[in-house]
């Protein structure tokens, strides 16, 4: 689907927001609180992406760090998936940084993450660096990378 709306969610999305993210994420998920933190979490932006504002399907939460930003989460609901959403609120993350100035845009994925590798490619990203058992089961993230 073309035409996803993007927003800013606010803290009172909390809920919607950790309910998202553990649909997305499964066991890999950060635990309600910390999701929920994002809202306070200094530099830090949610976006929600859906057909309406009723109902986000998918989120991405980002951190502005001045010259660089960097992604902290992305997930889109399984029954939305494929029809380009996370491309979109992607590529409204990236939009944002580069408004508010920043030149290099970072984030982590695991290495068997296929389709966010995929998303991620997609969008100009390559790799830059590993971070060694980043993940709560031990497994190593890789750090990718693009200019913005
Ligand atoms: C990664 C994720 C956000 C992608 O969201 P999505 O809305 O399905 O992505 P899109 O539909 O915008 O896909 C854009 C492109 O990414 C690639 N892609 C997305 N999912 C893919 C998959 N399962 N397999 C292969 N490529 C995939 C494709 O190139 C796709 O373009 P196409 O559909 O035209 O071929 C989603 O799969 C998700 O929420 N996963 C669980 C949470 C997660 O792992 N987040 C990332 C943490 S680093």
Redesign the pocket.
């Known amino acids: 689907m073309t035409g996803w709306r993007i927003w800013t969610a606010i803290k009172e999305d909390a809920d919607a927001l950790a309910e998202l993210e553990a649909l997305?994420?499964g066991g890999r998920s950060w635990g309600a609180d910390n999701v929920k933190e994002s809202f306070v979490a200094s530099r830090v932006t949610v976006l929600f992406g859906g057909e309406s504002k009723s109902k986000p399907q998918?989120f991405a939460v980002w951190r502005d760090l001045g010259d660089e930003a960097e992604l902290l989460?992305?997930?889109?609901a399984a029954a939305?998936?494929?029809?380009?959403?996370?491309?979109?609120l992607l590529a409204a993350v990236l939009d944002a940084a580069h408004g508010v100035g920043a030149n290099r845009f970072f984030?982590?994925?695991?290495a068997d993450?296929?389709?966010?590798r995929?998303?991620y490619a997609?969008a100009g990203f390559s790799q830059v660096g590993v971070r060694k058992a980043y993940y709560a089961d031990g497994a190593d993230a890789d750090v990718l990378a693009r200019d913005l």
């Open positions: 997305a994420f998918g989460t992305i997930g889109v939305a998936r494929r029809k380009g959403l996370g491309a979109a984030l982590e994925v695991g993450n296929a389709a966010a995929a998303l997609r």
